[in-house]
């Protein structure tokens, strides 16, 4: 069974930094790309970041570029998304989703439940 | 605001057949990209409903389809039920984004 465990969210203060993990079980991690993707509260879903399978190809969402650092340890099965220079507007729920592909560019087949970043003073 | 546009909202009673459509452009649906959609029910994480436009995972009922015309894109939803009250995104590809992957704004599905 697949299974996608998010962790590392809490309360920061503006201008902070946070890092955000996902432990991920029951596939071959290192075949498939991963990515983030946040949902503030009562909003839609954001696409934040992706990572390809070998982490060679990384992309990031324009709110999000130079301040997020996606990274993945395909020997300890494990997704990160380091944030800094947090501000209000990235406060969310932050989901990680294991890509149909090794290549991100297939489909969302699989989410985590999220960990929430409140960003706030 | 998202490159794919989807109505707010939409609603039907029990049984009857709702469509919930997802318009893009040039440079993401009418460029021939997937689309993929996804049905959030209420405190839960999305889980993957269409994907490649037109199928559906196993263990999705066939009560939902894919189809896709032109720069817009469409999921339907036949002999609607309570449980299928939920929010409903959209999902493509953008070749005028960095990055350019985006979802759409979301649905807000009523079963009245």
């Known amino acids: 069974e697949v299974q996608l465990v998010e962790s590392g969210g809490g309360l920061v203060q503006p201008g902070r930094s946070l890092r955000l993990s996902c432990a991920a079980s029951?596939?071959?991690?290192?075949?498939?790309?991963m990515h983030w993707v946040r949902q503030a509260p009562g909003k839609g879903l954001e696409w934040v970041s992706s990572?390809?399978?070998?982490?060679?190809?990384?992309g990031y969402a324009d709110s999000v570029k130079g301040r997020f650092t996606i990274s993945r340890d395909n020997a300890k099965n494990s997704l990160y998304l380091q944030m800094s220079s947090l501000r209000g507007e990235d406060t969310a729920l932050y989901y990680c989703?294991?890509?149909?592909?090794?290549?991100?560019?297939?489909?969302?087949?699989?989410w985590g439940q999220g960990t929430l970043v409140t960003v706030s003073s | 605001q998202s490159v794919l546009t989807q109505p707010p909202s939409v609603s039907g009673a029990p049984g009857q057949r709702v469509t919930i459509s997802c318009t893009g452009s040039?440079?993401?649906?009418?460029?021939?990209?997937?689309v993929h959609w996804y049905q959030q029910l209420p405190g839960t994480a999305p889980k993957l409903l269409i994907y490649?436009?037109?199928n559906r995972p196993s263990g999705v009922p066939d009560r939902f389809s894919g189809s896709k015309s032109g720069t817009s894109a469409s999921l339907a939803i036949t002999g609607l039920q309570a449980e299928d009250e939920a929010d409903y995104y959209c999902?493509?590809?953008?070749?005028?984004?960095?990055?350019?992957?985006?979802f759409g704004g979301g649905t807000k599905l009523t079963v009245l």
């Open positions: 989703a294991k890509d149909s592909l090794a290549a991100a560019a297939g489909m969302n087949d699989y």
């Open positions: 029951g596939f071959t991690f290192d075949d498939y790309a």
């Open positions: 990572i390809s399978w070998n982490s060679g190809s990384i």
């Open positions: 040039s440079s993401n649906i009418g460029a021939g990209y997937d």
């Open positions: 490649g436009t037109t």
């Open positions: 999902q493509s590809y953008d070749s005028s984004l960095s990055g350019s992957r985006v």
